[in-house]
């Protein structure tokens, strides 16, 4: 029989990757680089980006009361953005800064991005060179969420509109802005829904998969 081995957590564990590879028929994997698996042994490396689920990654009729807000685990460059903007509500583990507040699951998850104008989303520095849109680039847009990214080549080709940012001050830039855009704001954030919901949903992913045994 064939082993297959799916892997999203892109560049960051060489040393599990290394030895290992030559022994899967292929990798499944969120890179749209590819050449580091290679380097590495595999055989045939097949991009699969993440994907939502409608039931649970949907838009709702609530209150926006975060102006800017971010979820997930202190990074030392997520810091190092996150501590150069002001008035951010962070959600998540490692962090030592005041509008700090415990990871957010489930249906909190899920109101958490509704009740945010402005959802960050801030990759892994891996992520970035392995060109790599993190789960949240999904979740996000299949809540009907606005969003402000990383800028990586994938990004415009998943989610053309998406505003992505290159450094501190682009993204200080985008934030004034979409802060008084609202009616833009809401435009890109159900247009990127209906990407996700037509393209990316986990059904999908998982197609791409069995086409590719």
């Keep these: 029989y064939d082993l297959y081995l799916y892997y999203p957590d892109t560049y960051r564990f060489k040393k599990i990757l290394k030895n290992r590879l030559q022994s899967f028929k292929a990798v499944f994997t969120a890179a749209n ?47 190092r953005i996150i501590n150069k903007l002001d008035n951010v509500y962070v959600f998540g583990k490692y962090w030592l800064r ?38 949240r680039t999904f979740e996000l847009s299949g809540c009907g969420a606005f969003q402000i990214t990383n800028a990586m080549d994938s990004i415009k080709k998943y989610f053309k509109s998406m505003p992505t940012f290159n450094d501190i001050y682009e993204l200080k830039e985008l934030i004034d802005y979409y802060s008084n855009a609202n009616n833009e704001l809401n435009e890109i954030s159900l247009k990127n829904q209906e990407i996700c919901y037509k393209n990316y949903k986990y059904t999908d992913s998982a197609k791409k998969i069995i086409e590719n045994f």
């Design 33 to 79: 680089r590819l050449d580091f698996y290679y380097k590495l042994g595999a055989k045939k490396a097949i991009t699969i980006p993440w994907g939502c689920d409608p039931e649970f990654h949907r838009k709702l009729n609530i209150e926006k009361i975060y102006k800017l807000s971010f979820i997930g685990t202190w990074y030392f460059n997520r810091g």
């Design 98 to 135: 005041k509008n700090k507040f415990p990871p957010v699951y489930g249906e909190e998850f899920i109101e958490t991005i509704n009740k945010t104008l402005i959802n960050l989303n801030l990759h892994h520095t891996a992520d970035i060179k392995a060109d790599a849109p993190n789960m």
